[in-house]
């Protein structure tokens, strides 16, 4: 039964702000709609932050043709979830999300066709996944649209590249689907690992050592360098190293209230080669495994290209050709968001707080898709192109529009 719409303004409120506590999304990515008749929905607009939404920001959007009224854009992705209602009359809420695990198991375009007997209750017994197409475009609506139909018993789908689609009867069963869909596919990979390692039993350290194995690259490393995080302040920067922090000089790179260990040349680099204001060093063991084969980083996930970058760099850092390797890691950073160094996780920049917790979400789910979407044997990349198309959108739109 369709919501009054005081309410489902309220929760589509709601699970803007759910969405970005649980992980489910970063920044503006996803959306969230709720019906409020046959013919109509309500559904959060384009671009704009979940913590601050306020009703007068939602969209009433037409079912049929996607029409709107107002000076306020429905997010770009109106058209799927307006096939979502259309195809199912009982679906009442529905919600697009970035969940890290069904993210990294639609990268393999396979779907979910015996789901584990105590997840049917909610998901039914098949996941399908959607066709790749690029977000926002007619192309991903149809896909979707498509995928929808040739599986009518199925609620939650997977979105190659991108995402998942939860169509609930309800704000609690939409929500319910996500999470039993992440559940299962969090199964998928851990079963997937277990199958082609022979292993009797399961621990992450097995896993990121089969993977590197398998793609030569030796072991987990027992030690990495820390190569510190800051913040810059003008002509300035504070840099934390292994629990010490330093004032370091932009223009010298030495340090203004005591010694600036080596990794400052890094920061230094950075900051000369890119606009941001803040650095962070990655060393969650997923980052740490990838960076160890040595190879650059292509985007598996549209809003890994969106965020980070077209690609991120592998570069090296050794202890005694400091000058050179911080000068080839600044030119890496150029143009990105990221840059990854060998053996020793990465390093992400950004220009607030917002920026860096997107980044932080973005990186862990691409290094951990990159491991196990290898030990599934079937990599897939976002076409190059398209990346292209999507990271220049997101910086001369989407990241302007978010920080505000």
């Known amino acids: 039964m369709a919501y009054e719409i005081e309410e489902a303004k309220k929760l589509v409120i709601e699970a803007g702000k759910k969405l970005i506590e649980t992980g489910l999304i970063a920044r503006t990515w996803g959306n969230v709609s709720a019906r409020i008749s046959d013919t109509q929905f309500v559904i959060t607009p384009s671009g704009r932050a979940y913590e601050t939404l306020t009703p007068d920001e939602l969209v009433v959007v037409n079912i049929d043709d996607c029409s709107y009224e107002g000076d306020i854009k429905p997010s770009s992705e109106k058209g799927v979830h307006a096939a979502a209602y259309r195809h199912h009359p009982t679906v ?7 969940q890290k695990y069904a993210t990294i198991v639609s990268i393999t375009g396979m779907e979910i066709r015996n789901v584990y007997s105590d997840l049917r209750p909610v998901l039914g017994s098949k996941v399908p996944v959607a066709d790749y197409a690029m977000s926002t475009t007619e192309s991903l609506r149809k896909k979707v649209e498509m995928c929808i139909m040739m599986n009518p018993e199925a609620r939650a789908i997977m979105l190659m590249h991108h995402g998942t689609l939860c169509m609930g009867d309800s704000y609690e069963h939409a929500f319910e689907l996500a999470d039993k869909l992440e559940e299962c596919c969090k199964r998928v990979i851990k079963d997937n690992y ?18 590197l194995n398998k793609v030569h690259a030796g072991k987990m490393p027992e030690s990495i360098c820390d190569l510190g995080s800051s ?11 292994g629990g010490e922090t330093v004032d370091v000089d932009l223009e010298t790179c030495l340090g203004i209230n005591g010694i600036a260990p080596k990794c400052a040349k890094i920061h230094k680099a950075i900051y000369d080669n890119q606009d941001v204001t803040i650095i962070k060093h990655i060393t969650d063991p997923y980052a740490v495994a990838y960076s160890c084969t040595g190879e650059n980083m292509l985007p598996m996930i549209d809003d890994f290209a969106q965020i980070v970058g077209v690609d991120v760099k592998n570069c090296a850092w050794i202890d005694g050709d400091t000058d050179e390797c911080a000068a080839k890691i600044g ?26 917790q997107a ?12 491991v196990d979407v290898n030990i599934f044997n079937r990599e ?22 978010i920080n505000k």
């Not at 292993?199 to 993977?211: I, P, Q, R, T, V």
């Not at 980044?359 to 990159?370: F, P, R, S, T, Y």
Request: a neutral charge; glycine letters at 6%.
């Open 331 to 356: 030119k890496a950073a150029s143009g990105r968001n990221a840059v990854i160094i060998d053996s020793n996780g990465a390093l992400v920049f950004g220009n607030n707080e917002g920026d860096m």
């Open 380 to 401: 897939h990349y976002v076409p190059k192109m398209e990346c292209f198309l999507m990271r220049t959108v997101y910086l001369a739109k989407y990241s302007k529009q």
């Open 92 to 98: 009442d809420f529905v919600i697009h999300t970035h």
């Open 194 to 211: 277990m199958r082609y390692s022979w292993a009797n039993k399961y621990s992450e350290e097995d896993k990121l050592n089969f993977y």
């Open 359 to 370: 980044l932080e979400i973005i990186m862990d789910k691409g290094c951990e898709a990159a």
């Open 231 to 241: 913040v810059r302040n003008g002509n300035m920067f504070t840099l934390t190293v």
